[in-house]
C-alpha cells in the first residue's frame, strides 16, 4: 500500500463533507453559502488527480480506473436498484427511491450516468439523473484522456495545455445543445483542472505562491460566491470562465489551509477530516444512496420545520453526515462488499479467488 499524503486526504476530506452539506441546504439553494462551497468541492478532486498524476500505459491505467471507479458506481446503481425492487415489492415510507419507481427509467438513468436531467432533442422523453455518481464515470473518462495527452511525446507542455484549454471548451459550448451520455462533457471540462493539479506540483507552486496571493484568491472566491454557482454536473454557471478560475483558485486555497491544519490543527478534528478523505469515494457513494433512496432526512424536515427550520436543517446535515460516514467506516469491515468499494485495498480479484478456494 502506498504511504497516504495526510493534506491531501484532508482536502479531500472537506471536499467529501462540503459535498453532504451542499446536498443538505433546503431552502438556502441556491445561495451564497452553496455558491461558496459549490465553487470548489468537484473541481478539488480533479486538480488533486492532476497533482497525484504520473504517466501511465492506457491498459494499465484503464483497467485500474475501472476497478477503482466504475465498479463502484456499479455496485452503487445495483444498491439503489435493490431498493427500487424493495420498495416496489414491500411499499414503506423510507426506503424509496426520491425521483422515479421506474425500472426502465432508472436502467436509462444508470447507463446515461448524468448528474442532472437531459432532455433529448426532438423528443419529449426526459432522462432522469443518475445524481451524484456522475462523478465517478466523469473521473473515469477525464483520467484517461488526461493521460491520453500528457502522453503525446511530439508535443511540449503548452501545446498539451493548449490541447487541453481547447477541451474545456469543447464542453462548454457542446453541451448548449445537448448534453451527451457518460458524462462526457464534465470529463471534458475537468481536464483543465487536471492540468492545474499538475501545474501546481511541477512549479513547487504551494511553497511559491503564499501571503498576498492567497488573499487575492480568498477574495475572488468571496466575491464570486455572490451570484455564480458552479454546477460541474452541467458544466454551467452565470458566468463559466469565471466558475472555472475560482475552482482553481478556491481548490488551491483549500489546499493551503489543508496543509496549515495537518501541522497546526486540532488532532481530532484532523483524524476525522482524515477519515473522510481517505473515504471519500465510500462518502460519496452511501450519501447518494441516502439522498436518492432513503426518505429520513425529508422526514426530519417535514417535522422539525414546523418547530424551527434552521435546527431541522441542522439535524438533517448531522443527520446526513452521519450516514455516509457510518458506511464509510463498516463497508471496510464487510467481506466481498469492501472489494467492491476498496480494489486498492481489497482486490475484486479476491471475490473469486476466495470461491475458487
Known amino acids: ?3 497516504r499524503i495526510k493534506w491531501i486526504d484532508i482536502s479531500r476530506g472537506i471536499a467529501i463533507f462540503c459535498v453532504v452539506i451542499g446536498h443538505s441546504l433546503g431552502k438556502y439553494f441556491p445561495g451564497y453559502f452553496a455558491n461558496f462551497i459549490f465553487s470548489f468541492h468537484m473541481p478539488i478532486f480533479f486538480v488533486l488527480s492532476g497533482y497525484l498524476y504520473h504517466k501511465q500505459a492506457p491498459k494499465k491505467l484503464f483497467i485500474k480506473s475501472f476497478f477503482n471507479l466504475l465498479v463502484p458506481y456499479l455496485a452503487t446503481v ?6 427500487l425492487i424493495f420498495s416496489r415489492i414491500f411499499p414503506n415510507p423510507i426506503f424509496h427511491p426520491s425521483k422515479s419507481n421506474s425500472i426502465k427509467l432508472f436502467l436509462i438513468s444508470a447507463l446515461y450516468a448524468s448528474g442532472g436531467t437531459v432532455k433529448i432533442p426532438m423528443t419529449s422523453f426526459v432522462v ?5 455518481l456522475w462523478f465517478l464515470v466523469a473521473m473515469f473518462f477525464g483520467t484517461q484522456l488526461f493521460n491520453y495527452i500528457m502522453r503525446i511525446k511530439k508535443y511540449g507542455l503548452l501545446i498539451k495545455s493548449m490541447i487541453i484549454i481547447i477541451c474545456s471548451i469543447t464542453a462548454i459550448i457542446s453541451v448548449k445543445f445537448f448534453f451527451l451520455p457518460f458524462s462526457l462533457q464534465p470529463a471534458l471540462l475537468s481536464q483543465v483542472f487536471f492540468l492545474s493539479g499538475f501545474l501546481i506540483k511541477k512549479y513547487n507552486l504551494i511553497q511559491k505562491i503564499n501571503g498576498i496571493w492567497t488573499l487575492i484568491f480568498l477574495i475572488l472566491w468571496l466575491y464570486n460566491s455572490k451570484s455564480n454557482l458552479f454546477a460541474f454536473e452541467g458544466v454551467t454557471a452565470n458566468n463559466i470562465l469565471m466558475a472555472i478560475i475560482v475552482g482553481i483558485i478556491s481548490s488551491f486555497c483549500v489546499i493551503k489551509f489543508s496543509i496549515f491544519i495537518n501541522v497546526h490543527g486540532i488532532s481530532k478534528v484532523n483524524n476525522i477530516l482524515l477519515f473522510w478523505g481517505a473515504g471519500s469515494l465510500l ?3 452511501f450519501h447518494l444512496l441516502d439522498l436518492d433512496y432513503v426518505q429520513i432526512w425529508p422526514f426530519i424536515m ?4 414546523r418547530v424551527s427550520y434552521n435546527t431541522a436543517l441542522l439535524i438533517g446535515m448531522i443527520y446526513r453526515v452521519f450516514f455516509a460516514s457510518l458506511f464509510t467506516y463498516i463497508i471496510p469491515k464487510i467481506p466481498i462488499v469492501r472489494n467492491f468499494y476498496m480494489n486498492r485495498d481489497y482486490p475484486v480479484k479476491d ?3 476466495r470461491i475458487r478456494n
Not at 445495483?78 to 431498493?83: A, K
Request: with cysteine.
Open 78 to 83: 445495483f444498491i439503489g436498484f435493490c431498493v
Open 283 to 285: 462518502m460519496l457513494c
Open 128 to 132: 432522469i439523473p443518475i445524481g451524484a
Open 1 to 3: 500500500m502506498k504511504k
Open 302 to 305: 417535514n417535522r422539525l420545520s
Open 351 to 353: 471475490i473469486f479467488n
